[in-house]
Antibody, heavy 125, light 107 residues
Framework: EVQLVESGGGLVKPGGFLRLSCAAS????????MNWVRQAPGKGLEWVSF????????YYADSVRGRFTISRDSDKNSLYLEMNSLRVEDTAVYYC??????????????????WGPGTLVTVSS | EIQLTQSPPLLSASVGDRVTITCRAS??????LAWYQQKPGKAPNLLIY???TLLSGVPSRFSGSGSGTQFALTISSLQPEDFATYYC?????????FGQGTRLEIK
């Protein structure tokens, strides 16, 4: 059974640092690209960052580029998000999501097929 | 950045009703669109990918359509467990973007 479990959330002051982790199990972690997606309280979903399976490239949302760093450790089957210079507007539930590859009409589609339950990050003084 | 506009933001309906949620992209995204269902306090669940393909195990009362810039999610006969918030997502171009969500509530 595919499982993703986030940890590391909590209360932090503006300008602070936090490192989120996502423990993966039940699938070949090395074979899948991974994402972080967040959701501010009462708001919609916002994609945050993506990392390819071999860590050879990563993407970031404009809102976090230069402050957040995504990484992964295949030995530990874990995904990470280091968050620096945190702002009040970074307050959200942070989800890790696996990217799955699916086919339709001979074309490949990559979608977020499994998600963790999320971890809450609160940035407040 | 590709903007996705969902409508309506709020939809009130009854069990057994047929409902449609639309999602319009600010530029063409071919069929690189997915639909998710989210219930309060839970992570989103993938329902549909490639605009119209149901994930295995998703009830057949759900269907998706569209290509390019106009997409729709239809639920043919609402069941009590379908009352939730629905999001469209484009995966054609980074940054990945989501629609703002449609909350489906019981009338």
């Amino acid at each position: 059974e595919v499982q993703l479990v986030e940890s590391g959330g909590g209360l932090v002051k503006p300008g602070g640092f936090l490192r989120l982790s996502c423990a993966a199990s039940g699938f070949s972690f090395d074979s899948h690209n991974m994402n972080w997606v967040r959701q501010a309280p009462g708001k919609g979903l916002e994609w945050v960052s993506f990392i390819v399976s071999d860590s050879s490239y990563r993407y970031y949302a404009d809102s976090v580029r230069g402050r957040f760093t995504i990484s992964r450790d295949s030995d530990k089957n874990s995904l990470y998000l280091e968050m620096n210079s945190l702002r009040v507007e970074d307050t959200a539930v942070y989800y890790c999501a696996r990217e799955g590859k699916y086919y339709h009409d001979s074309r490949a589609y990559y979608v977020m097929d499994y998600w963790g339950p999320g971890t809450l990050v609160t940035v407040s003084s | 950045e590709i903007q996705l506009t969902q409508s309506p933001p709020l939809l009130s309906a009854s069990v057994g009703d047929r409902v449609t949620i639309t999602c319009r992209a600010s530029q063409g995204i071919r069929a690189y669109l997915a639909w998710y269902q989210q219930k309060p306090g839970k992570a989103p669940n993938l329902l549909i990918y490639a605009a119209s393909t149901l994930l295995s195990g998703v009830p057949s009362r759900f269907s998706g359509s569209g290509s390019g810039t106009q997409f729709a999610l239809t639920i043919s006969s609402l069941q009590p467990e379908d009352f939730a918030t629905y999001y469209c997502q484009q995966l054609n171009t980074y940054p990945i973007t989501f629609g703002q969500g449609t909350r489906l509530e019981i009338k």
